[in-house]
């Protein structure tokens, strides 16, 4: 049987790597998750629970250096989908959640977000 090509859809390179990221929300509070498939229009992140599609949340990219010094990028992203991935190995199965986020805007670390601006 011949094999259909397949066409890649994504329209940013994606950089195939598994961090830690902190998600802020002003419902959800913030919380640590596992960042994964990030692009310039967006990131793929699991995480304990899925905020509602469309909600805008703050997605902080930390690095520790030396001493007590941590570099930060700060970017808004708006929940695009819900993912759950199922997946095992023998008869251990397990499951976690994903969102979809597109990246809105890139802000100062220090800079407050306007609440009207999160939903």
Avoid: C, W
């Avoid at 997605?59 to 520790?64: D, I, K, N, P």
């Amino acid at each position: 049987m011949p094999t259909l090509p397949v066409f890649e859809k994504r329209i940013h390179t994606r950089f195939d790597k598994a961090f830690l990221v902190v998600i802020g929300s002003e419902l959800f509070g913030d919380a640590t998750a596992i960042a994964r498939n990030i692009s310039t229009g967006g990131i793929l992140v699991e995480m304990s629970y899925a905020p509602p599609l469309g909600t805008v949340v703050t997605v902080h990219f930390q690095y520790a250096r030396e001493g007590d010094l941590i570099d930060e990028i700060v970017a808004r992203a708006e929940v695009k989908h819900h993912h759950y991935l199922n997946f095992g190995e023998g008869d251990d199965a397990t499951s976690t959640r994903a969102i979809g986020l597109r990246f809105v805007e890139f802000v100062d670390p220090g800079e407050r977000v306007d609440p009207d601006h999160l939903h």
